[in-house]
């Protein structure tokens, strides 16, 4: 299985709102990330997750909240959204060092 | 810090054009080398990477040489077809950080 399984695929949400993403590998690869990609424009690091532990987090707004309960499954908690948050969000995951990074298919998010 | 620069798009060809897509970087260490290819509406997936110098990737009739001398990655095709018509992203992983340092990307147009 060299799959990084993303869900929801698509996902619609009010301001006021809470939701999660969901990002699932079965790799046993030991670093996991959260990339924000806009329309025309290369994905951006949110998150690191290293052997289930933050390692990295680029400065992104507490309205994101990553969390990685176990080494296969990472979640990213959304909360309080702006409409400039409104993009696809991409989980990869790897061996970490200089190894490949396996992306999900990811989730196209709309904050309305 | 790292980075890398991707010529701008977007490249548009007729089938069974060649093609080159160039790629510098720059970096503090020695790092692995990645084209990710991404089909509108999907996550990215990993067309071809090279982790020293002089290596070749390839895959797909694409490939790539890791030119330590000019730090470049350019990608070439001898002949793209309607199929490969997508954002091509150049990246590096620098060892020391583990994560991927992409370029802005490049659009590929192919017409029939």
């Known amino acids: 299985d060299t799959e990084v399984t993303q869900t929801p695929k698509h996902l619609v949400m009010g301001m006021t709102n809470k939701k999660s993403l969901k990002c699932e590998q079965h790799m046993g690869h030991r670093a996991m990330y959260w990339y924000k990609q806009k329309a025309k424009k290369p994905p951006e690091l949110m998150f690191v997750?290293?052997?289930?532990?933050?390692?990295i987090n680029e400065s992104v707004p507490s309205r994101f909240s990553p969390e990685c309960p176990n080494s296969s499954l990472l979640n990213l908690h959304l909360h309080a959204l702006q409409p400039e948050d409104s993009a696809l969000y991409l989980c990869?995951?790897?061996?970490?060092?200089?190894?490949?990074?396996?992306f999900g298919s990811g989730t196209q998010l709309s904050v309305l | 810090g790292d980075s890398v620069t991707q010529m701008e798009g977007p490249v548009t060809l007729s089938e069974e054009a060649f093609l080159t897509i160039n790629c510098t970087y720059t970096a503090t260490g020695y790092p692995s080398l990645f084209w990710y290819v991404q089909y509108p509406g999907e996550g990215l997936q990993l067309l071809l990477k090279a982790t020293k110098a002089d290596d070749k990737g390839s895959n797909k009739g694409f490939e790539a040489t890791y030119r330590k001398e000019t730090t470049s990655f350019h990608l070439e095709k001898g002949s793209v077809q309607v199929s490969d018509s997508a954002v091509y992203f150049c990246?590096?992983?620098?060892?020391?950080?583990?994560?991927?340092?992409f370029g802005k990307g490049t659009m590929l147009l192919v017409s029939p």
């Open positions: 990246a590096l992983v620098d060892p020391g950080y583990s994560t991927l340092t």
């Open positions: 997750y290293s052997y289930e532990k933050l390692s």
């Open positions: 990869a995951s790897s061996q970490g060092g200089r190894e490949k990074l396996f």
